[in-house]
């Protein structure tokens, strides 16, 4: 192998959007969004209502599923941005077909006020995706930019994985996910690593293979985390100029427990 592409082969491992480039449209199978969208619709639903929602920025929206959505929920204007070129490919293929004023950016969260620009009633980060952000001032960074696209009585609802609870337990696995194909049955399990600051999450995908033996072949494919607490996200709010409103344990707008909720979701708006 050439020097360059040994380059660009490693440049594309430490890149989070290298990861979603690989998965692609595999994201949406492991997902199983039917059930995801009618758990977290009642809460989105209240959100909107609340705070007159009439145009939504989401942000790391991957192939656009809670942007279509929220079409549908009677947002008027929506925009999707990611870091990764193929979602964002695959949600404009998508848009073209459901229709709706929907746009999508390829951009990093830290550029989005630059590629995006405008003001939005309601800036989401959905899906853990904050957490594929590795250091603080590119967390910080962000939650400015989502500050400066929120309109002035607008909020930013981020929802993450609850990183407290996890690193206590050192809880590794989430629990596998099927899915059935034409060429025979899939299954999605992510598992992670823990090193000292950061984690390595770790997604196989098994295919069983077709024929009367019962084989299996997998891939694995990784990329690391920053596991942030819910300490240093305050921290890092306050410092972007964002106040804390409401805090909850998962898009299920259950109340937000430390030691156990599954996840941590939170409202904010400009300081
Ligand atoms: C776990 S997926 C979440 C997708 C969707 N929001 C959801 O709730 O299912 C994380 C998404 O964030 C995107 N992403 C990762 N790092 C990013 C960055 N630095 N800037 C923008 N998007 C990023 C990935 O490409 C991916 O589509």
Redesign the pocket.
């Known amino acids: 192998m050439n020097h360059n592409k040994m380059k660009d082969l490693y440049a594309e491992s430490t890149r989070?959007?290298g990861?979603?480039?690989h998965l692609m449209g595999e994201?949406d199978q492991m997902?199983d969004w039917e059930s995801?969208l009618a758990r977290e619709t009642p809460f989105l639903e209240k959100v909107i209502a609340e705070y007159k929602v009439k145009s939504v920025l989401?942000?790391?929206?991957?192939?656009g599923?809670?942007c279509f959505h929220f079409l549908t929920l009677g947002v008027e204007e929506v925009v999707g941005?990611?870091?990764?070129e193929k979602?964002i490919e695959v949600a404009r293929a998508r848009a073209q077909a459901v229709g709706g004023e929907t746009r999508f950016v390829q951009?990093?969260?830290?550029e989005?006020a630059h590629k995006v620009g405008g003001s939005f009633n309601l800036v989401?980060?959905?899906?853990?995706?904050l957490?594929?952000?590795l250091t603080y001032d590119?967390l910080e960074l962000?939650l400015s930019n989502f500050r400066q696209l929120t309109t002035s009585h607008g909020a930013v609802l981020v929802?993450l994985m609850n990183w407290d609870r996890r690193l206590a337990r050192q809880d590794r696995f989430i629990p596998p996910k099927g899915y059935p194909t034409a060429e025979g049955e899939k299954l999605f399990f992510r598992f992670f690593d823990f090193h000292e600051e950061l984690v390595t999450m770790n997604l196989v995908i098994f295919q069983k293979e077709e024929g009367p033996d019962l084989k299996w072949s997998h891939r694995v494919i990784s990329t690391t985390l920053r596991p942030w607490r819910r300490e240093i996200l305050l921290m890092a709010l306050d410092d972007a100029g964002l106040k804390l409103e409401r805090e909850y344990g998962g898009l299920d707008a259950s109340p937000y427990h430390l030691m156990n909720s599954p996840d941590f979701v939170f409202l904010t708006r400009r300081a």
């Open positions: 989070n959007g990861f979603y480039d994201y997902m995801r989401d942000a790391g929206c991957g192939t599923r809670h941005a990611d870091a990764s979602v951009a990093e969260f830290t989005l989401t980060c959905l899906g853990n995706s957490s594929h952000l590119d962000t929802h």
